[in-house]
């Protein structure tokens, strides 16, 4: 595989949030979390929105690009960017934990499974984290 392997796109839906200021400080621990790891590809972007009308919903979003299908097939180079997943999800694993938040996980816009409360769902576990588990390694 050549170095023009597609970029594709996860992106990570935060809701459960409290409010406005709840949701400031979920970002800004995503992003002091991303201050500490090497991105191959450039740091996740994390942002917040409103679902539906001004005074819908408060949620938050991290966006991450990988170099990689939802089926960790890889070759070495992109090693990295499995491994930076990884602990971007496993890092967003606890946070949902932690605040007893639902995070949505969209392929390239396709919900591919949520973590509720800390919990992969088996959909998201089945469908990415055993794949790219496997490339990681």
Known sequence: MSAARKIHLLTFHL??????????????????????????????????????EADGEVKSAVEFQVRAT?????????????????????????LSLAHALVIEVDFDDE?????DRGVFSASLHAGLIEPWSAAAS
């Open 111 to 115: 919900n591919i499974g949520s973590i």
């Open 70 to 94: 939802a089926t960790g097939v890889a070759v070495e180079a992109e090693k990295r960017d499995f491994e930076a997943a990884m602990a971007l999800l496993e890092y967003l694993r606890r």
């Open 15 to 52: 809701s459960g949030i409290a409010d406005e200021d709840a949701a400031d400080e979920l970002l800004d621990d995503v992003e002091e979390f991303a201050d500490g790891v090497t991105w191959p590809l450039g740091q996740p972007d994390a942002y917040k929105y409103r679902e539906g």
